[in-house]
Nanobody, 124 residues
Framework: VQLQAFGGGLVQAGGSLRLSCAAS????????IGWFRQAPGKEREGVSY????????YYADSVKGRFTISRDNAKNTVYLQMNSLKPEDTATYYC??????????????????WGQGTQVTVSS
């Protein structure tokens, strides 16, 4: 099982980035995928989650309306489209595989496999 997150970079505030999470070793459609982020000195926080069965999407309040999670099962890849980026979005972003209960999708302990992280830096 492997998850590889990429697509991060340096962008100005108001700009956009699209992160990708490429999965291998398992069928993406069998698992939910979450995006988390961790800024220096802060705890890891759940950003978004997409369910395996229904494709239902969940977002943290801080990114709702700006970020969109999507999934391409044929490519075994999950995307996180990030628009209207703010300096406070600066963090290392991780994707993770899990089957969390709906009410706890943002809990990192619900995920068993993690990608290596990709850095997103938003300048003001």
């Amino acid at each position: 099982v492997q998850l590889q997150a990429f697509g991060g970079g340096l962008v100005q505030a108001g700009g956009s980035l699209r992160l990708s999470c490429a999965a291998s070793g398992f069928r993406l459609g069998d698992y939910g995928i979450g995006w988390f982020r961790q800024a220096p000195g802060k705890e890891r926080e759940g950003v978004s989650y997409i369910r395996s069965s229904s494709g239902a999407q969940y977002y943290a309040d801080s990114v709702k309306g700006r970020f969109t999670i999507s999934r391409d099962n044929a490519k075994n890849t999950v995307y996180l489209q990030m628009n209207s980026l703010k300096p406070e979005d600066t963090a290392t972003y991780y994707c993770a595989r899990g089957r969390p209960v709906q009410s706890a999708w943002f809990t990192s302990g619900m995920y068993g496999h993690w990608g290596q992280g990709t850095q997103v830096t938003v300048s003001s």
